[in-house]
């Protein structure tokens, strides 16, 4: 099996991350295509492991407001969408109207359009304009924006719901000295960092593919 920069971790052992996805079902034609998509344009997606323990944490929770800041493709959105079932409604976000049109077709293509409210421009100032709470926020934006990001969605998100961001070990750099031009690693940093010394947030950071932080608003 050939890993792609999605499927990567740069800290986990090559042999450990081929014995996890080896495990993983195969996926449906739409999610296998947007996944070859991904790869071919160099799109970053989460991946089917992290889709997976996100489309799980929906299920668990029971969350009927999903927002997303960061959605790209629309990749971890349809796993969202599936899994909160209808009835349900997960708002997409991307910065991009192309990548936001392509989306669209993805969602017509797994039949899950009808759940998914469309939002194109900056996922921070999205977030707060959007009426009501959520129950899951999922950040997936420039990781210099991670601390920002935080910032405006706690206080979006409904007390026992949960907020949770991608990339969390970026590669590894995170547990490093980040260097000084560096804003991305510092803003993983000071993200994972603001979580745990939170007294409104319950975190675990999961060493799944690039670092997965889920944390639940007490």
């Not at 993200?191 to 944390?215: H, M, Q, W």
């Amino acid at each position: 099996m050939i890993r792609s920069e999605n499927l990567r971790s740069g800290y986990i052992h090559d042999d450990v991350e081929e014995y996890l996805y080896k495990l993983l079902p195969e996926r449906d034609a739409v999610v296998s295509e947007m996944e070859a998509y991904a790869q071919e344009h160099r799109v970053p997606i989460i991946g089917p492991a992290v889709a997976r323990l996100l489309a799980l944490l929906v299920q668990v929770s029971g969350a009927k407001r999903i927002f997303e800041m960061g959605s790209a493709i629309g990749y971890s959105t349809v796993w969202l969408a599936r899994a909160a079932g209808t009835q349900r409604k997960v708002f997409y976000t991307d910065g991009d109207p192309e990548k936001a049109k392509r989306a669209q077709v993805y969602f017509r293509m797994a039949g899950v359009a009808k759940r998914i409210e469309v939002n194109v421009g900056d996922a921070l100032a999205l977030v707060k304009k959007t009426p009501g709470k959520f129950d899951m926020i999922f950040i997936d934006i420039d990781k210099h924006q991670y601390p920002a990001a935080l910032q405006a969605a706690l206080p979006k998100l409904c007390r026992g719901g949960l907020v949770i961001a991608d990339n969390t070990l970026w590669s590894g750099k995170a547990a490093r000295p980040a260097a000084e031009d560096d804003k991305d690693t510092k803003g993983v940093q000071e993200f994972n960092r603001l979580v745990y010394a939170s007294k409104e947030l319950y975190p675990v950071l999961i060493p799944l593919r690039d670092g997965v932080t889920v944390c639940r608003k007490l």
